[in-house]
């Protein structure tokens, strides 16, 4: 994006999303060139809005790919914030092989009969 006027600084444009299961949030943001995934979600209000979230434990990313809070920004990038799972799956598989359960592909349980 090119500086028509040197005197106001390039803003990039993003968005911040986060998502429970019963309420979804995108927040488009715009900030200096040169901001970072915290600057964005500070800048969101988010934090405001879902007292559940803390910058100190978040997990963030741009575009499902995980990232750190002092990762640059570019123009069009969606920063996420995600949510802890319910469920270790490594320990639900565990659990599933323990009580002797089948799984098919994609994860759901076979029928008792095997079919």
């Known amino acids: 994006m090119a500086n028509d006027n040197p005197s106001r600084p390039t803003l990039l444009r993003v968005e911040v999303a986060y998502a429970r299961a019963d ?24 934090l405001e809005q879902f007292p559940e979230l803390s910058l100190s434990s978040l997990k963030v990313g741009v575009f499902g790919k995980l990232g750190k809070l002092s990762a640059a920004l570019r123009t069009g990038d969606r920063v996420e914030i995600y949510r802890p799972l319910l469920a270790d799956p490594k320990e639900v598989r565990k659990k599933r092989a323990a009580e002797g359960k089948r799984m098919r592909r994609g994860g759901g349980d076979l029928e008792p009969d095997g079919g």
Not at 25 to 31: D, K, S
Not at 34 to 42: C, D, K, P, R, V
Request: overall charge negative; proline content about 8%.
């Open 23 to 46: 309420r979804q949030v995108i927040v488009p943001v715009e900030l200096p060139e040169g901001a970072t995934l915290e600057q964005a979600i500070i800048a969101s209000r988010l």
